[in-house]
């Protein structure tokens, strides 16, 4: 059977496909640490930009250029930026400050987040330099176009909390051969993950990548803006607090209201 594209983020099974970036863990080794779910800020900010050049950029798709199979499907995905024939151009339309990401992979960020995420793991991600304008044309400090390079396939499934496309879609017709995640809520990780890989995406899960507390945690620290994270185990009560920085899942909300006395 011909395998299916997955609209996402995807390497080479072996590697990324040239050498760059963090390549493929088929079976991860770490203990638990705290996991997030990164993603672009839910308001109208997050939006304006333009990808100038975007019918001329591309080789063939906005797909990644690494191609993985996901395990026990047909499934093919992509992760990593996609092939491009000319240097991106962009345009942000800031109201009022620009933000320091933008998108939904590719990802455009700053110079101080491209910093601040080389720091961190400097394996983790791919950037390309865009050639960068303001909504009247004028020149900008660079943006980078960014995404993950990095996919782990597998984590500790018994130990963790998540719902599958076919348990949520259980009168779907392709129930049986889609093992995609539609939901992760209390994630762990192989025992012995690298304590060095701080950002990755799951090769099942295809929405967003995902981030531990120090590549946040530094994130916030430094005043960069644009991201919002959804965190991957009980949020803490400084992170219900935080809601414009934290996505709390319905799942933990609804929980921890029970909770209450």
């Known amino acids: 059977m011909a395998a299916q594209k997955l609209a996402g983020g995807g390497a ?13 863990l088929m079976v991860p080794t770490g203990e638990h640490r705290r996991l997030y779910l990164f993603r672009n800020t839910l308001t109208l900010d997050a939006t304006r ?19 993985y199979v996901v395990p ?11 092939e491009m024939l000319e240097r991106p ?7 009022r400050q620009l933000l320091d990401f933008y998108g939904y992979g590719p990802y455009f960020v700053s110079a101080r987040a491209r910093e601040h995420l080389l720091s961190v793991d400097p394996s983790a991600f791919e ?22 390079a990095r996919l782990v396939m597998n984590f500790d499934e018994q130990a963790s909390e998540f719902i599958t496309y076919a348990e949520r879609n259980p009168e779907a017709p392709d129930t049986t051969t889609n093992p995609l995640i539609s939901e992760l809520i209390d994630i762990r990780l192989m025992a012995g993950f690298p304590d060095d890989h701080r950002a990755f995406r799951f090769s099942r ?3 967003c990548f995902v981030a531990d507390e120090i590549l946040v945690d530094g994130w916030i620290k430094a005043g960069l803006r644009g991201a919002q994270f ?24 609804r929980r921890l209201q029970a909770e209450r006395p």
């Open 89 to 95: 151009r962009l345009r942000l339309n800031a109201r």
């Open 49 to 67: 930009y333009d990808l100038l050049n975007e019918d001329d950029l591309f080789k063939s798709s906005k797909l990644g250029r690494n191609l």
């Open 72 to 82: 026990n499907s047909d499934l093919r995905g992509y992760y990593g930026l996609p």
């Open 127 to 148: 950037f390309v330099e865009c050639e960068t304008v303001g909504a009247k044309g004028e020149a900008l400090e660079a943006y980078w176009m960014m995404d993950i």
């Open 230 to 253: 959804t965190p991957l185990q009980r949020p803490t009560a400084a992170e219900m607090k935080r809601r414009s920085r934290y996505i709390i899942p319905t799942t933990w909300y």
């Open 12 to 24: 080479e099974e072996a590697g990324g496909a040239d050498g760059r970036g963090g390549g493929v």
């Open 205 to 207: 899960y295809i929405r």
